[in-house]
Nanobody, 118 residues
Framework: QVQLVESGGGLVQPGGSLTLSCVVP????????LGWYRQAPGKERELVAD??????????DFSDFWNGRFIISRDNGRNTVVLQMNKLKPEDTAVYYC?????????WGKGTLVTVSS
């Protein structure tokens, strides 16, 4: 059974930073599109950012990237997809999920809770 294991969530004050990590099985890491999604209370799950096996990135809102708020990357040495989150806002509060898509398959992690509050 494929497991995507997220870590790094927690409570942070507005304006703070968190780094989310997701360890992915090696074959999936090397071949699949990897992404981070989030689901806030009462809302649908939405894309935050994704990255291809070749390192091309996509963001739901590119202003988050240009403003240095969210940066997705791949750590090839650790088979890990990373979401660096800066300048966090209360509206970023959500459960963040790691996702892997490829070969007609779609895998999800169990999620990690991020709470932005003073």
């Amino acid at each position: 059974q494929v497991q995507l294991v997220e870590s790094g969530g927690g409570l942070v004050q507005p304006g703070g930073s968190l780094t989310l990590s997701c360890v992915v099985p090696e074959k999936i890491f090397s071949m699949y599109m990897l992404g981070w999604y989030r689901q806030a209370p009462g809302k649908e799950r939405e894309l935050v950012a994704d990255i291809t096996s070749g390192g091309l990135t996509n963001y739901k809102d590119f202003s988050d990237f240009w403003n240095g708020r969210f940066i997705i990357s791949r750590d090839n040495g650790r088979n890990t997809v990373v979401l660096q989150m800066n300048k966090l806002k209360p509206e970023d509060t959500a459960v963040y999920y790691c996702n892997a898509v490829g070969e007609g398959l779609n895998y999800w992690g169990k999620g990690t809770l991020v709470t932005v509050s003073s």
